[in-house]
């Protein structure tokens, strides 16, 4: 029998017992006791994805144990509340304000809650398989491609936590008031979920640096080229501005800006500029060719082709949407 990895999220249901093993979950599921109260929100925008919005009280401390049934990749942003996870005889803290990008091997897992807290968690689960995908597309099919089991090296959990950034508590934040007032479509929920997953990819899978050819030095000088870049994002130098400015040749400039951030350094710039607009234009305060214009691009139509490109969207679509008041949304 072929074991799919939203039974994961099942077993989890059932051992917080808010289901029995004989049912379904269901989209959005209540509950209360004298242990727990609240709730847990359920969605899949398509097959290789399921999103869990958990909103949910403990009035003792609780123990929870479960087995994963399948190998997966699970993404979650910690909003309020602190929990432990233990896995194979290590214990991790969750803490709130923070995003865990964890590799699970089937194992046995232990959540333990604390009495009096409340939690609010975004949950964004993805199987192995659409993990690998996302890494061919980012550093090309091959041997230097990056996939799971180069990941969690044998061992059977690795986890990778960093505090949530600004762009993304703005996302999440919209996402979760679409949700609550039932004005996010299937298609607006996956755009916006890809957009976190491969946020989140990039902060925590970027290539290390070789520690021998490059010295602190030059790590530090490749830093301060970064910082140029974002803050001259309208106008930036050139690379052989951008090189004799922090003090360091070209070769080294390109070759450790690939190693340390995973691209080349106008591919890195390309990429900000994108997250910025889509920030922008999630604001709703300006247009698209003021949000293209804001960072760098001269024409708007190769600002929407370059964010339809990354996004599978066109800025306008994005605009339309969050331009407007929830109540005024209309499906797209």
Do not use: W
């Not at 949700?179 to 946020?199: F, G, H």
Request: proline share 3%; hydrophobic share 40%.
């Amino acid at each position: 029998m072929k074991v799919d990895f939203h039974q994961n999220f099942n077993h989890f249901y059932h051992a917080f017992e808010i289901l029995n093993l004989q049912e379904i979950p269901q989209d959005y599921m209540a509950f209360q006791s004298s242990v727990k109260d609240g709730a847990i929100h359920r969605l899949s925008p398509r097959q290789d994805l399921e999103v869990v919005v958990s909103d949910y009280s403990f009035y003792k401390e609780h123990r929870m144990d479960m087995l994963t049934a399948k190998p997966m990749v699970e993404i979650s942003f910690c909003l309020q509340g602190t929990r432990e996870v233990q896995v194979s005889g290590c214990a991790y803290e969750i803490t709130a304000g923070t995003c865990s990008l964890q590799f699970i091997e089937q194992v046995e897992a232990s959540f333990l809650f604390n009495k009096n807290e409340s939690y609010q968690m975004v949950g964004i689960g993805i199987p192995v398989s659409t993990f690998n995908h996302y890494m061919d597309k980012i550093d090309g099919i091959g041997e230097n491609s990056l996939n799971f089991h180069k990941v969690i090296k044998g061992t059977s959990y690795r986890l990778f936590q960093e505090k949530i950034d600004a762009i993304d508590t703005l996302i999440l934040k919209q996402m979760l008031h679409a949700i609550a007032a039932k004005k996010m479509t299937n298609l607006e929920l996956e755009y916006t979920v890809l957009q976190l997953i491969m946020r989140t990819f990039q902060t925590f899978l970027s290539h290390p640096i070789n520690q021998t050819e490059f010295s602190n030095s030059d790590r530090e000088k490749i830093r301060q080229a970064h910082a140029i870049i974002i803050e001259n994002m309208m106008n930036p130098p050139s690379l052989m501005e951008l090189s004799r400015l922090i003090g360091l040749n070209d070769f080294k400039l390109k070759k450790g800006f690939k190693e340390m951030f995973g691209t080349t350094v106008f591919g890195y710039l390309r990429e900000k500029r994108l997250e910025k607009a889509s920030y922008l234009l999630q604001n709703g305060t300006m247009n698209v060719t003021e949000v293209a214009n804001a960072v760098g691009y001269s024409n708007p139509s190769h600002f929407a082709e370059a964010f339809k490109g990354k996004y599978g969207i066109n800025p306008s679509e994005v605009l339309k949407k969050f331009s407007q008041p929830f109540t005024e949304r209309s499906n797209l």
